[in-house]
T-cell receptor, first 116, second 108 residues
Framework: NAGVTQTPKFQVLKTGQSMTLQCAQD?????MYWYRQDPGMGLRLIYY???????DKGEVPNGYNVSRLNKREFSLRLESAAPSQTSVYFC???????????????FGDGTRLSIL | QKEVEQNSGPLSVPEGAIASLNCTYS??????FFWYRQYSGKSPELIMF????GDKEDGRFTAQLNKASQYVSLLIRDSQPSDSATYLC????????FGKGTRLHILP
């Protein structure tokens, strides 16, 4: 069981470069999420998708875009990377469509992104 | 500003003792409460979730919720060195908010 798969695991970018972080889940979950985790800041929600075809902003969406390509895949794009976006990025999924539901979430292994 | 507060630790507990982790939250409308364990360099993994006031037990873990006092706690009985990790509290109200985590160190 793969669960939630993120690629790449590590990436170094220069300021101004763009890139897309990929996430796929094989649990037939409806909802998918992108978080960033910074030292001393905890996990912060960037964007989420309650179902295929829908996306909504989270706590820290500026500088990011997302695409829910299909039920399995949810990508995060940095159009013009900035040093402040250096972080560990986690993708997560849950089975229910209601963002405020009681369903807990499953996390991928993370992408460690450094912006120079 | 809605917040979830946790003592950052480290909390040091002797092996075999009870570890008690606490979390307070500011949003009285919060509905769901989760505890995640995160080993260094790894992703969070769900330990417990609780929705109703009172205690919920699962093996060595007990989650306690008191909505009137706006706190949720996690007790780990018979603590093992493998329990050494950072424990994240997450609260869902009109949005999901994670605490910054408490580092737990079990002393062999």
């Amino acid at each position: 069981n793969a669960g939630v798969t993120q690629t790449p695991k590590f990436q170094v970018l220069k300021t101004g470069q763009s890139m897309t972080l990929q996430c796929a889940q094989d649990m037939n979950h409806n909802s998918m999420y992108w978080y960033r985790q910074d030292p001393g800041m905890g996990l912060r929600l960037i964007y989420y998708s309650a179902s295929e075809g829908t996306t909504d902003k989270g706590e820290v969406p500026n500088g990011y875009n997302v695409s829910r390509l299909n039920k399995r895949e949810f990508s995060l794009r940095l159009e013009s990377a900035a040093p402040s976006q250096t972080s560990v990025y986690f993708c997560a999924s849950s089975s229910k469509s209601d963002f405020y539901s009681n369903q807990p979430q499953h996390f991928g292994d993370g992408t460690r992104l450094s912006i120079l | 500003q809605k917040e979830v507060e946790q003592n950052s630790g480290p909390l040091s507990v002797p092996e075999g003792a009870i570890a008690s982790l606490n979390c307070t939250y500011s949003d009285r409308g919060s509905q769901s409460f989760f505890w995640y364990r995160q080993y260094s360099g790894k992703s969070p993994e769900l330990i417990m979730f609780i929705y109703s006031n009172g205690d919920k037990e699962d093996g060595r873990f007990t989650a306690q919720l008191n909505k009137a006092s706006q706190y949720v706690s996690l007790l780990i009985r018979d603590s093992q060195p493998s329990d050494s990790a950072t424990y994240l509290c997450a609260v869902i109200g009109d949005k999901i908010i994670f605490g910054k985590g408490t580092r737990l160190h079990i002393l062999p």
